[in-house]
């Protein structure tokens, strides 16, 4: 089969098996498509299902959330990790509230040049908002493109210029955003980094990498999170996040707990410069 044979066996295996997301149904509007995919930066589906309704609920226009701090979106942010992500997310709110009327443009390069926003998100809002034929290449799709086309594992890194071109040459004439997500569902599902489930996929009678053995991609680095800065940062961001609305807390309260107080503290500075954490005359809020 060719390429456009292929996309269809993997957009009618999509129709049949697609995981019921709530951003991807046909009523999310196009600031639920940008909240989701803030949030699922680096953070596992899972996670994200309860936040982002909560966040809907809360701000369910850019503007809403624009109208508040933007301590309140790093409170309600949570656990979801890498909390500069809801202070960009508040930051591109409210360009988008002051110079496109509050609506989330669909333009990609209108969308790139929000804050937070880069090639991949970008791509991702254009394409699965407004249906834009854009190159949506994240990392189950780089896994997806790279196996079934390529026959080696997916690359470390950032996306390649030959990645690109790649994927750009997968993209159907039509259905083109239907196949982005496509693909993410069935690297998401089927062709997962660990454990891929090969019987089950739709096109591993034409994938390359499983016709060469599955050859082993470059070791991936093992990351940590306990003891490290982050996760310092997280405790003291966990404290002030229990505090209620508009109280401060003074240092010693958000960094005790904590094992290494130097640590701890270097932490809070770093918050404090990030403008995740401000000051005030009773101590440290967000």
Known sequence: MDRTELATVVIDWYHRHARDLPWRRADASPWGVMVSEFMLQQTPVARVLQPWQQWLVRWPTPAALAAEPVGEAVRAWGRLGYPRRAQRLHAAATVITGRHGGRVPSDPDELRALPGVGDYTAAAIASFAYGAAEVVLDVNVRRVLARLDGGADAPLGAPTAAERRRAAAWLP???????????????????????????????????????????PGPARPRQLYAGTDRAARGHVLAALRALPTGRSADAATLVGGWPDQAQASAALQSLLSDGLVRTDREGYTL
């Open 173 to 215: 004439e039509r259905h083109a955003a239907v196949w982005s997500v496509a693909a993410m569902e069935l690297g998401a599902q089927v062709c997962r980094s660990a454990r891929p489930d090969c019987p089950a996929c739709p096109v591993a009678t034409s994938c390359r990498w499983l016709a060469a053995g599955r050859p």
